[in-house]
């Protein structure tokens, strides 16, 4: 969905909240869904969505709890993990999101 509707900001939001869901938890089966959606690509097409829509709180928000639950965790891909979220220039765009949206304590 990501792939296809890039310039739709609710199907961005709830494709992160979806990603979000299936990878929460620190427990083998969380690292172990995070592993395999970063795998599978997914960190560059949140990364494009903050991008995309910064106009958008909702959005913002759902893609940093997304990058969260992808960097999170107790196993030993962790750290490589949080290294593709900074080398696809994540942590750019979630200082933005919190400079936009400072009231905002969800993003």
């Known amino acids: 969905a990501m792939r296809a ?3 739709s900001a609710a199907v961005q939001e ?3 909240s979806a990603l979000s869901n299936i990878t929460f938890g ?4 969380g690292d172990a869904c995070a592993q395999a959606a970063v795998a ?3 960190l560059p097409l949140v990364v494009a969505a903050m991008r995309a829509h910064t106009a ?5 928000e759902q893609a940093c709890w997304t990058l969260y639950t992808l960097t ?5 891909q962790r750290d490589a993990r949080a290294q593709v979220a900074v080398d696809a220039d994540a942590l750019p765009l979630v200082v933005a999101a919190m400079r936009a949206y400072p009231a905002n304590a969800d993003v």
């Open 40 to 42: 599978a690509g997914v």
């Open 26 to 29: 620190a427990s083998v089966q």
């Open 14 to 16: 709830q494709a992160c």
């Open 56 to 60: 958008s709180a909702d959005m913002q």
């Open 5 to 7: 509707h890039p310039a």
């Open 72 to 76: 999170a965790g107790a196993d030993v």
